[in-house]
């Protein structure tokens, strides 16, 4: 028996040395053994969220303040996004799929009861986060997607609305009359496939991430999308580990950018086992955006120099209270609210624009 638990135990680990292979973590292993950092708890209360939640940081801090729990003050927070029709990357007035169909896509997860919740490709549904919730709360599943999220939806009373905006109807119509190449379906030609990615393709997503005093950390993440998807398509945001992840013992990531890059790196769990390493936030994002410009090699998706020409973002939080946001393009900023307030904050930066 003990013969058997120190095979797994071993297996265990040069399976996790083979997985992390050429990590610069792994010379943070201690006797194999992944080292966690020091927790010390300072009682601090802090919310982070992508540059668009400012007003949903703000939000989000001041109903934990009076005593809400952190999930259900960070849904708050990025309820106001949701709601809001003037931002086309999330929610009402979201941008629409190649149809012209808003398909949303949102997770939630509970750091206390390390629970999750997500929706994908969910149409007439103004706030997929609070749909998320409901998986999260009232079904032993994770995931619900297109009809029968809608149909979950509805069952629970969620009123179906046209989510399409006059103007963002008009951003659809003006991609549709300038339609040529420009679209997600890869041409067999090489020289044609990189059109899609130069002309501009919203990508925008909010994530808010909330720590209370007592240490707990929520999150959630909710997006319409890439701009003028393949129907059905569905990015990083619902997935959990890529669009968000939180270990309530080590701190939470979540992201935004292209869903594509972080689907095929799994970015947020990333980050967070990179924490669990002692890893400071911003190393850990920095770390994993190396990670995926290291796997990124289609020349469609690389500029002169070989560097990702995409932009793809991490939301940063460490149980001891330190926090970052990390792009793979800079200069950019996030979103924080503590007790100084609420306030823009810099980016760490993996590569600079020149101007
Ligand atoms: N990160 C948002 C998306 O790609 O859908």
């Known amino acids: 028996m003990a013969a058997k638990a120190q095979f797994s135990r071993r297996r265990f680990f040069s399976t996790a040395a083979a997985l992390l292979g050429g990590w610069p973590f792994l010379s943070r292993l201690q006797g194999g053994r992944a080292v966690a950092p020091t927790v010390?708890?300072?009682?601090?209360?802090?919310?982070?969220?992508?540059?668009?939640?400012?007003?949903?940081?703000?939000?989000?801090?001041?109903?934990?303040?009076?005593?809400?729990?952190?999930?259900?003050?960070a849904i708050s927070g990025v309820n106001l996004v949701e709601n809001d029709p003037d931002d086309m990357s999330v929610g009402y007035g979201g941008l629409p799929n190649e149809d012209g169909v808003v398909e949303l896509d949102s997770a939630v997860m509970h750091g206390p009861t390390h629970k999750a919740g997500a929706v994908a490709a969910l149409q007439n549904i103004k706030?997929?986060?609070?749909?998320?919730?409901?998986?999260?709360?009232?079904?032993?599943?994770?995931?619900?997607?297109?009809?029968?999220?809608?149909?979950?939806?509805?069952?629970?009373?969620?009123?179906?609305?046209?989510?399409?905006?006059?103007?963002?109807?008009?951003?659809?119509?003006?991609?549709?009359?300038?339609?040529?190449?420009?679209?997600?379906?890869?041409?067999?030609?090489?020289?044609?496939?990189?059109?899609?990615?130069?002309?501009?393709?919203?990508?925008?997503?909010?994530?808010?991430?909330?720590?209370?005093?007592?240490?707990?950390?929520?999150?959630?993440?909710?997006?319409?999308?890439?701009?003028w998807k393949i129907p059905g398509r569905v990015g990083d945001s619902p997935i959990i580990g890529a669009g968000l992840y939180v270990d309530n013992a080590i701190g939470s990531c979540g992201s935004t950018g292209r869903g594509e890059a972080n689907l095929q790196n799994l970015c947020c769990f990333a980050a967070v086992e990179l924490m669990r390493t002692g890893l400071a936030p911003e190393e850990a994002g920095l770390e994993v955006l190396r990670r995926v410009a290291s796997h990124t090699t289609e020349k469609r998706l690389l500029d002169d120099q070989g560097r990702p020409n995409f932009g793809l973002k991490f939301y940063l939080i460490a149980k001891d209270g330190r926090y970052a946001g990390a792009t793979m393009w800079g200069p950019s900023k996030f979103a924080v609210a503590d007790r100084r307030g609420t306030r823009l904050e810099e980016c760490a930066v993996l590569y600079q624009r020149e101007n």
């Open 40 to 73: 010390q708890r300072r009682g601090t209360q802090l919310v982070v969220s992508s540059a668009n939640g400012l007003e949903a940081a703000k939000t989000t801090y001041r109903l934990m303040s009076r005593g809400s729990d952190t999930l259900e003050a």
């Open 127 to 227: 706030n997929p986060s609070r749909v998320a919730q409901l998986v999260l709360e009232t079904t032993d599943h994770v995931l619900l997607v297109g009809k029968g999220a809608l149909r979950f939806a509805k069952a629970n009373g969620f009123k179906e609305e046209e989510l399409l905006t006059k103007k963002s109807r008009e951003r659809w119509l003006k991609w549709k009359r300038d339609l040529s190449r420009r679209d997600d379906w890869l041409s067999d030609d090489e020289e044609d496939r990189g059109i899609a990615r130069k002309v501009a393709r919203p990508t925008g997503t909010i994530h808010v991430a909330a720590m209370n005093s007592d240490g707990d950390i929520s999150c959630v993440t909710t997006t319409s999308g890439l701009a």
